[in-house]
């Protein structure tokens, strides 16, 4: 398959979809650099490595925000059994996720421990299912918090009593994701895969209210996504990428494309430049560089929405780790995706 063709069929895919799709809240714009958030099934899903550690960084809404949104992921994950199973193997991994929000100082964590099933079929194609379980906890500092009851008709005043009261200040429960992915490698160029995942499978409660009802019961996510790797020359490998995530009827697009320019015999020096676009939101420029098994991504949501005009368009910032890694007994393993 000419690499031409796959960059039209993806182009194509990525326009019409566009078209029907409304945004939701901001999530990692370099969905693609936080596989095992995105999809339990990418554990040990690594085309051109045995094991990969990663870090990730957003800050948002600095601009109009006195405290902003600051978000840390750290995860990783390895390909193990390699030699028991027929043509397949296993992936292990863990992922740790904190967020900071707003002036009530609310403060998420997350920890998961991942596992997938990878299983080759024939010489071109690969399919993957996999799962993880985590503890989550979510905690609010209620002393710097503001109430509709509070306001003196000139300001808010939080030493004024309020008539809201919250039963606890801290909340802990366990989490379930589960997902699948499908790889296509018919040559030495062209590598596509797709993934679709279900977060919140067992539909966990989270409330700072004394609620014995099912408000607080944290809607299914799902998730799919569409990336591709193509190599156009010895210079030059494109990756279009396409994500969509809804959640309670609120629906995030976000499509683009990345480029790794070669600057060295081998591939390991690269410069990294893409750009993306999250539908009726942001315009998201990326750019970076590999050195080795190490890269180093920036990328910036520049605001294209109505927010634009409080934050002049200045949204969020990003920045991604990754290095991925070989066995010592296995330097030689061919890469399933292109490579210089």
Known sequence: MPVSNCLAIFLLILVVSSKSLFA???HFSQFFHSPLSTNPAN??????????????YRNQYSSIMAIPYKTVSLFGDAQVLRNTFQNGWLGLGGLILSDVAGSGSLRSTKVYGSIAYHQMLGNSSLLSAGFNLGWANKRIDPTVLKFPDQFDGKFFDNTLPTSVVLTNTSVSYFDMQAGINYAFFPSDDVYINAGYSIHHVNKPKESFFNDQTNNGIIPMRHIGFLNAILKVNSSVIISPNLYYSNQANAATLVGGVLMNYNLAPSGEKQLIAGL?????????????????TVKFTFSYDATASSLSQFNNMRGAGELSIIKNGFYADNQDRQSLCPTF
């Open 24 to 26: 939701q809240d901001l």
């Open 43 to 56: 554990t040990g899903f690594i085309p051109d490595a045995d094991y990969r550690i990663g870090a990730h």
């Open 276 to 292: 993306y676009y999250r539908y009726k939101d942001a315009i998201i420029p990326m750019a970076g560089f590999q050195l080795g």
